[in-house]
């Protein structure tokens, strides 16, 4: 059973971080492509960033400069910190697997007050 798992969402001040997890099953992690996507309220959900097998990231412009996505092999875990937070970045987070089919995690709400 393929599982994909986010954590480290919550409630933070604009200006502050946080660092989400996501946590999936080895069959399909080590071999593919992650990826962070991210939806607003009313909104359609949105790419923040994606990092390859060998670590090649891409980010939205809106997230440039402030997150960083990351990867551990070692643990099926990949990794979005995210900085200078801004009211804007509200939503829910979601991870994603992109193998031959995209699997997709729960969501995991990040809320940030101006």
């Known amino acids: 059973q393929v599982q994909v798992v986010e954590s480290g969402g919550g409630l933070v001040q604009a200006g502050g971080s946080l660092r989400l997890s996501c946590v999936a099953s080895?069959?399909?992690?080590?071999?593919?492509?992650m990826g962070w996507y991210r939806q607003a309220p009313g909104k359609q959900r949105e790419l923040v960033a994606t990092i390859t097998t060998i670590g090649r990231t891409n980010y939205a412009d809106s997230v440039k400069g402030r997150f960083t996505i990351s990867r551990d092999n070692a643990k099926n875990t990949v990794y979005l910190q995210m900085n200078s937070l801004k009211p804007e970045d509200t939503g829910v987070y979601y991870c994603?697997?992109?193998?031959?089919?995209?699997?997709w995690g729960q969501g995991t709400q990040v809320t940030v007050s101006s």
């Open positions: 080895r069959s399909i992690f080590s071999t593919n492509t």
């Open positions: 994603s697997v992109h193998a031959r089919v995209d699997y």
